[in-house]
């Protein structure tokens, strides 16, 4: 009887070893690919264009090639979209030409050598002008629509601001301001000190307010400070506790999320799985002074000629939404509006239904003068 138990289980262990060999092996060996949608205008493809000197991927996918295009702004910067968002836009694609975009480095666009120099803010703003540029004259649309999160809210205020002549609106998902990193602190150790969370206390209080320079070696820090970028150590540690306490994603885990989606994605390789944090941690080392700490909208200007959404999560420890509160304050626009979700800074992943939601219900009932 026993030597029959042993003998099943190990059929059964050589099976499961067997079914995962293959799963890697066709994860690996699999061409990048994304699903077809069925219907005579639908519309899925996955490929990569020059971009200023940079090959960059899009990733573009809706039932009907004739929507409204709707172009969705990363965050990080290097957070790339395409491998990760798929499944979480699928009412989007029913209304849109929805687009994903691997920035400079990330993602896809990371898996070619991008010189060290060329990641500022200034170059993101002029490539994201030339996908902009190319998705108008593709798809022969004056104008389309723009949804960035968090840095990528940060590059879109701006895109949008500056050139609102290409956009039909404008929607920033954990909308920054200025003051990020400042405002992250300051909350993230409040919340730290009313759920009585001693280990957060101590390590946040040893690190002190920005700019840190008091920087404690702690584990459980996602991305590790490169050599002349010192003081990003200090971010990590607020940000590891940012997530802790629930100010990340509230609801869910993202890095289970996210890690799930990157095995299984037909859109990346099991090589651009794993290049991924690679890439994300590499971007954010470069570009997070400046794409951050240093950012400031208001110094963009606060006067837009299009229509102006902030999808705001009420538990943001990253982007506190106080910021982004205080600075639609000060936007005038011929509609704008802010729209709360009970989640983290994770909206489209913690309420993907109701986030989509949201935009469909916004774009679709702009004034009549920002519908074509």
């Not at 070893?17 to 799963?23: Q, T």
């Not at 590059?155 to 404008?170: D, K, M, W």
């Not at 959404?309 to 205080?326: E, H, S």
């Amino acid at each position: 009887m026993l030597n029959t138990i042993l003998v099943s289980l190990a059929l059964l262990l050589g099976v499961i070893l067997l079914a995962a060999g293959g799963f890697v092996a066709y994860r690996y060996f699999a061409p990048r690919h994304t699903p077809k949608i069925m219907g005579e205008y639908a519309i899925a493809e996955l490929f990569s264009l020059p971009i200023n000197g940079v090959k960059q991927w899009l990733l573009i996918r809706g039932v009907d090639r004739r929507n409204p295009v709707l172009l969705f702004v990363h965050g990080g910067p290097g957070s790339a979209h395409i491998g990760i968002l798929r499944n979480f836009q699928k009412e989007l694609e029913k209304y849109f030409v929805v687009v994903q975009w691997d920035q400079r480095g990330a993602g896809l666009s990371g898996n070619e050598p991008v010189p060290d120099e060329t990641y500022h803010k200034e170059q993101f703003v002029a490539d994201g002008l030339e996908v902009t540029r190319y998705l108008r004259e593709r798809f022969q649309q004056e104008k389309i629509f723009l949804v960035g999160h968090s840095w990528g809210s940060g590059l879109g205020y701006i895109l949008a601001v500056r050139h609102p002549e290409y956009y039909r609106a404008f929607a920033g998902l954990g909308q920054m301001s200025r003051d990020g990193e400042v405002l992250a602190y300051a909350e993230t150790l409040k919340v730290a000190r009313a759920a009585n969370h001693r280990e957060a206390i101590k390590e946040l209080e040893l690190l002190g307010a920005p700019p840190y320079k008091n920087i404690p070696k702690v584990k459980g820090v996602l991305h590790q400070a490169e050599p002349g970028h010192e003081a990003f150590a200090g971010s990590m540690v607020r940000f590891k506790w940012s997530e802790v306490l629930g100010g990340d994603s509230k609801y869910i885990k993202i890095a289970n999320l996210v890690v799930k989606e990157l095995l299984f994605s037909t859109e990346y390789t099991l090589t651009d799985a794993a290049a991924w944090l690679k890439n994300k941690a590499h971007s954010v080392n470069l570009t997070y002074q400046e794409c951050n700490d240093d950012l400031d909208l208001y110094q963009e200007g606060t006067g837009f000629k299009i229509p102006v959404f902030f999808l705001l999560g009420k538990w943001d420890l990253l982007t506190v939404p106080g910021g982004a509160v205080a600075l639609m304050e000060t936007i005038t626009a011929p509609q704008k509006e802010i729209i709360w979700f009970d989640t983290g800074h994770e909206i489209h992943w913690e309420r993907p239904k109701e986030y989509q939601k949201a935009l469909i219900d916004k774009f679709n009932n702009l004034p009549r003068s920002f519908q074509t």
